[in-house]
């Protein structure tokens, strides 16, 4: 469950594969301490207790989920993997709803809930509208002054004033960020309820193809083979063609090289690429940059890259194309499948990166 | 919608967009203060409009503002003096046989850009620079029946007149065409700008002249090649081991960097050249090429400035490629053309002075195979060179800190949003042109994990078991 702890704690791991650090202090004039050490260090183990569980399911278009509660939360606080099926990102669902039902739930969960981020952006969203409102009563008055025929001093004036207003609004509104307590009851709010008078947790967390093969093939953190999803998700191994394979190689290509260098990679559906790339992680910085994964010889038309570019900007983010490079032959990748070398298979690809930016002639003058 | 609100131009906005990164375009001057402006030239930049009205609100005031802005534009186009004085008219002939142009006799501002002398003090210029000093008004175009004109007969038989339609016919190609519809957008706003395949002037490139010796570079390229051999063997068996299932069982980790390390190996990634050193062996290994690549770099573009040489420019600020969105036979260039445009790149690469904040450029590249520092002295105009070069550090002083002084996160950022070698693609869509700048990134060379402060990790047993579970 969410607790109010500071992100930097929370999230102070960047994969669910921690290091060891409960390692005893080594003392070097004392044997025993050395004894001692040695047997922590053999005794440590990087990898999970138990491995995640997941289930996949559907036949054709193949979901991965997990729906473990802790499970979920384990895997998102530790590298942001996953989508809360009924949240934005973070599956906050049950806080939420904890939140939002108030005196329903049992008293003890309501403790724990958090401000959740759609809460926040709902929050916003209010403050927003009560801003252009304020803005429109002054428009107004600015029209009703013109049709009385003022003269372009008394104009200026008025629009001084709005904008005096207007800010102390916005400085209110910063200053207002409270809590608000309200409860909001829907009559089928009843059916959430469990005979215990505890809340049903509808609500798990969804893995994408990629992120599921990064902990599985990479880091060891779900109790599935590679192999196994790779066969469900492209076909039995053995029959494999390249042009079904390829595309989903190089997605994940690109995704270990970005995720292997620190970044925290997510989903960039939202924004027309196929990545975006957080330092740390969502809570802590906006993305900076828009990840395209691109063939070595794939083009479009130019009308195609200058509407990414443009969503990516207008974003405040950079368009990285990433172009994902077979040095070897497809056959050669086919035959390292079918004999479970998946690790020989994608250190064939080499990647390789260009930024595309829009180039203004009249910022570029000096 | 009009701009109507002049009053308000001197009031901040409420919400200032400050980022430069902020994609908005060219400001739009205010005419309205532009006919002042030629009058007494004590200001030295345009204003900049004031804020838009939403909508039409049906009141006089709005439209009393908007008839006074369309007044004061109208005004300042009327206004302004119109033609050219005859006694200063500069007539350029056009010969076909060279599919250039001939000034006999040259004067006027343009000089120092644009044409090239020849040794009888006629200026020749380029089709390009024809029909733009022509659509300027600049030069009087006339067709030249009889080659070579004997100047100062002022024979009506060897002057035809040429319109601008007729101006236009002389462009062969397509190709020519968006090559000068570039070019003249590009002038017009001020830039410098040459052909990049134009070697007739003093030629200064960033590469050393080396002596060809093919043996040393296959040597090289050898080598290089056993090394990246014996390189991929070793990750293969490094990555085999760590994606292998004994890997967390048998070896232990101490800190989150460790293991991001061994993930790292997997990916092999294409590392662009970041130093001088680097830029200088890529060219050396750099095989020619017999086909002809799909794209070439067509200009070279120098920021606008009060010292420029036109007889040895020196290095371009950037170069140019042109392409034809709506040309069936080209199409958007691939990686692989991508790549050929970057081996073929001589520009003054300004990442190098990203990293060095002293970078002397002209000891840096040659020119007619010297130094340039060398050659500038042989022609004893170091006086004006040093007093640009002391102009340069002020403008780098005005710019901001220097590098040295930035943190080593900011100077990573940096880095990996501006990225590394660049040129510019310029889109011809119609008449409409678009820029786009391509430049190389190196995400494999930069590590970007964070690693945890060491107060942090002193308390970390107790969370570990809570986060776990």
């Known amino acids: 469950m969410a607790k109010l702890r500071p992100a930097g704690e929370r999230y102070k791991y960047p994969l669910p594969i921690h290091p060891i650090e409960n390692l005893p202090q080594l003392i070097p004039h004392n044997p025993i301490s050395w004894v001692h050490w040695l047997y922590c260090y053999y005794k440590s183990f990087n990898g999970l207790p138990k491995r995640i569980s997941i289930k996949i399911l559907a036949r054709k278009y193949c979901h991965i989920i997990v729906d473990d509660p802790d499970e979920m939360l384990f895997l998102w606080e530790n590298g942001f993997f996953g989508t809360g099926q009924l949240s934005r990102s973070e599956p906050t669902w049950k806080a939420r709803t904890i939140a939002r039902m108030g005196d329903l739930c049992d008293e003890v969960d309501r403790g724990k809930s958090n401000l959740a981020l759609e809460d926040i952006t709902d929050r916003r969203r209010l403050q927003r509208i009560d801003f252009k409102k304020k803005r429109q009563q002054f428009e107004d008055q600015l029209l009703e002054l013109r049709r009385r025929g003022g003269t372009i001093e008394d104009e200026s004036k008025l629009v001084a004033k709005e904008r005096e207003s207007l800010r102390s609004l916005k400085d209110q509104q910063l200053l207002s960020f ?189 | 919608m009009s701009s109507v609100d002049e009053d308000s131009k001197q009031q901040v906005l409420i919400e200032t967009p400050v980022d430069s990164e902020a994609e908005d375009d060219d400001v739009i001057q205010d005419w309205s203060d532009a006919a002042k402006l030629s009058k007494k030239t004590t200001q030295t930049s345009l204003p900049k409009r004031g804020e838009k009205d939403y909508e039409p609100d049906g009141t006089d005031v709005q439209d009393l503002l908007l008839y006074r802005a369309r007044k004061a534009m109208f005004d300042t186009l009327y206004n302004a003096a119109r033609g050219t004085t005859l006694n200063n008219q500069v007539k350029a002939y056009y010969v076909p046989a060279f599919s250039e142009a001939v000034i006999p006799q040259p004067k006027g501002n343009f000089l120092q850009t644009i044409g090239k002398s020849d040794s009888n003090g ?184 009060t010292n420029f040489k036109k007889k040895s420019p020196g290095l371009p600020d950037f170069q140019v490629v042109i392409h034809n969105k ?110 786009v700048k391509i430049s190389e990134a190196d995400f494999g060379s930069e590590n970007v994990w964070y690693v945890p402060s060491s107060s942090l990790k002193r308390n970390k047993g107790r969370n570990r078991k809570v986060s776990q579970r």
């Open chain 2, 326 to 435: 709506n040309d069936a036979n080209q199409h958007f260039p691939t990686y692989s053309d991508f790549r050929e445009l970057f081996h073929s790149l001589d520009y003054k690469f300004d990442f190098l002075s990203e990293i060095d904040d002293d970078i002397s450029w002209n000891d840096h590249c040659y020119t007619n195979g010297v130094l340039r520092s060398e050659y500038l002295s042989s022609l004893k105009s170091k006086a004006v060179q040093m007093k640009s070069s002391i102009h340069n550090k002020m403008l780098r002083s005005k710019r901001g800190k220097p590098i040295k002084s930035c943190s080593p996160a900011a100077l990573q950022t940096k880095r990996l949003k501006s990225g590394y070698r660049s040129f510019l693609v310029a889109v011809m869509d119609g008449g409409l042109i678009s820029f």
């Open chain 2, 122 to 305: 006629k200026c020749w210029l380029q089709l390009h620079e024809f029909v733009y000093l022509a659509e300027r008004g600049t030069i009087a175009p006339y067709y030249c029946k009889s080659f070579p004109i004997i100047s100062g007969t002022e024979n009506q038989d060897f002057e035809i007149p040429l319109s601008m339609q007729d101006l236009y016919s002389f462009f062969k190609s397509q190709h020519e065409m968006d090559r000068y519809f570039v070019y003249a957008h590009l002038k017009r706003l001020g830039f410098i700008v040459k052909l990049t395949e134009d070697h007739s002037t003093d030629y200064t490139t960033f590469f050393a002249p080396s002596g060809d010796s093919k043996v040393k570079r296959k040597l090289r390229l050898a080598f290089r090649s056993v090394l990246n051999f014996w390189n991929k063997q070793k990750c293969l068996a490094l990555n085999t081991f760590f994606y292998g299932s004994w890997n967390f069982l048998i070896r232990k980790f101490t800190s989150t960097p460790q293991i991001y390390l061994g993930l790292s190996k997997l990916i092999p990634t294409c590392t662009p050249p970041k130093t001088i050193k680097d830029l200088h062996r890529e060219r050396f290994l750099a095989s020619k090429k017999d086909t002809v690549p799909h794209l070439e770099l067509v200009f070279d573009l120098w920021k606008p400035q």
């Open chain 1, 178 to 366: 409270k809590k608000q307590n309200d409860t909001q009851l829907r009559s089928e709010d009843s059916e959430l309820i469990d005979e215990k008078g505890e809340l049903v947790n509808l609500e798990s967390l969804e893995l994408t193809f990629v992120e599921a093969l990064f902990l599985s093939f990479a880091i060891p953190v779900l109790d599935v083979s590679p192999y196994v999803l790779i066969e469900r998700f492209l076909g039995p191994i053995a029959t494999l063609e390249y042009r079904n394979v390829y595309p989903s190689i190089k997605q994940y290509v690109a995704y270990h090289h970005y995720r292997s260098h620190g970044w925290c990679v997510r989903s960039g559906i939202k924004f027309g690429c196929d990545y975006l790339l957080y330092k740390r992680g969502p809570p802590f910085q906006h993305a900076q940059f828009c990840v395209k994964v691109l063939d070595v010889d794939e083009t479009h038309d130019y009308t195609w890259y200058s509407s990414l570019a443009r969503v990516a900007g207008g974003a405040k983010k950079t368009l990285v194309l990433c172009y994902v490079k077979n040095t070897t032959t497809e056959e050669e990748i086919l035959r390292l499948l079918s004999k479970k070398n998946l690790t020989k298979a994608l250190s064939s690809y080499e990647v390789s990166e260009l930024i595309y930016r829009r180039w203004v002639p009249g910022k570029n003058r000096d």
